[in-house]
């Protein structure tokens, strides 16, 4: 009789809820967005749950995707500004409301039961481990360092809340690594799964549109972040400025947005390299700016399993990032990049070898074509819907 059920359950569809707190751009967005768009649909009934239909993202919801959603974005607000206040403040309070009842959510906006929910990141797990529906499964995806988080008292706290869920999936090998060498914790429900990079779909966005570098602005260094402190950028900034001074002449372009974007202008402005380094801001398509550059750099402090590393890697372009995170993983130090330290010296130096030793780049680029093709997304859809389809047999009906 068992196998009977078993079968029976595999040949309906599985109904799949994701939550989000909202779709500006951001990595975990893009990741989930990937999955709704390429996950079976003939195994999956798949729906999407915001708490604010805000974001860049918002257009890129799939069609055929069920979008729930709690609260109007940003975007749709007065832009008068008392008019606006008191639309935030009326936001606030509604989310609050359904924070505190969340089956009040369930009722209303949901009114269907889904056999899994998933928690996108750390953000959303609350969300769905507060879920009314006790029979669903409960599955957290994780994409952060927790060791580099100054609040440890909230790293320890996610990592707690993990254990709650029915399976957890992590984004590279470090990540869960690293817990239980720091914190002596394990998941033995859990599993690795990389994020999915679709070289071609890269590369025919990267031909969009031309990006034009003027030939006194070459050699180009691009990076695409945010703009927050433990991305490094202030310390990119102090390094081009000194190779500046020391008569390596290039240009660092940095895409993306953040908290960080006015004191990174302030120090540009301080350090006199107005004209040869640009915040450009957010951009929806940044592939055409990393495809005119002459290289690719990522500072950051800490990072889970960056999904730019690997675009980078789609364009052929040689990189320079830190060893921090997944991005070993995916960076063979010396073979398809430069992997350096968390520290200026090291940045400095890595720098001033791709200014200085063109067959270093040369052979970096000769092996990142080789390195492109471990990039199977098939793969990636595969161990999810594995992970899915065995969840949903372990629900007692």
């Known amino acids: 009789m068992q196998n009977i059920s078993d079968n029976n359950k595999q040949t309906k569809k599985v109904k799949v809820l994701f939550r989000l707190r909202s779709m500006e751009m951001g990595g975990v967005q893009r990741v989930m967005l990937d ?51 008191l639309q935030l403040i009326k936001r606030r309070i509604k989310l609050y409301f359904f924070q505190l009842f969340p089956q009040i959510v369930y009722r209303f906006k949901v009114k269907e039961r ?105 050699p180009v260094f691009c990076s695409v972040g945010r703009l927050h402190s433990r991305k490094g950028y202030h310390m990119l900034v102090d390094v081009h400025s000194r190779l500046i001074k020391e008569g390596f002449k290039h240009t660092v372009v940095i895409v993306g947005d953040g908290e960080e974007y006015d004191n990174l202008k302030k120090q540009i402005e301080q350090k006199k390299v107005e004209k040869t380094i640009r915040l450009l801001g957010t951009k929806v398509n940044p592939y055409p700016y990393i495809k005119s550059a002459d290289y690719f750099i990522l500072p950051t402090q800490s990072e889970a399993y960056p999904l730019v590393i690997n675009e980078a890697l789609a364009l052929e372009k040689p990189i320079i990032s830190t060893d921090v995170g997944g991005i070993p993983e995916m960076i063979t130090n010396k073979k398809n990049g430069i992997l350096v330290k968390y520290d200026e010296e090291e940045i400095y130096q ?48």
């Not at 092996?367 to 859809?381: D, T």
């Open 114 to 218: 889904y056999d899994i929910e998933v928690a996108s990141g750390y953000a959303e797990y609350d969300m769905v481990l507060n879920s009314p529906d006790k029979k669903s499964r409960k599955i957290a995806w994780f994409h952060t360092d927790v060791t580099y988080d100054k609040n440890q008292n909230r790293a320890k706290e996610r990592i707690e809340k993990m254990k709650k869920f029915d399976h957890t999936v992590f984004c590279a090998f470090h990540i869960r690594d690293v817990i239980e060498k720091k914190y002596g914790v394990t998941y033995p429900n859990s599993s690795v799964i990389y994020n999915a990079v679709h070289v071609e779909e890269i590369r025919e966005k990267a031909a969009e549109f031309k990006v034009e570098y003027e030939k006194e602005e070459r």
């Open 35 to 85: 999955l709704l768009k390429n996950l079976p649909k003939e195994k999956f009934d798949l729906a999407l749950m915001l708490n604010l239909y805000q974001g860049e993202l918002t257009a890129e919801i799939p069609g055929e995707i069920r979008c729930i959603y709690l609260a109007e974005g940003k975007e749709s607000f007065s832009k008068i500004p008392l008019i606006n206040k």
């Open 350 to 397: 890595a720098m001033k070898n791709f200014l200085t030793q063109p067959e270093l780049v040369e052979s970096i680029i000769h092996n990142v074509k080789g390195s492109i093709e471990k990039l199977n997304p098939q793969k990636i859809y595969d161990q999810v819907t594995e992970v899915f389809l065995t969840q949903y047999n372990k629900i007692e009906k």
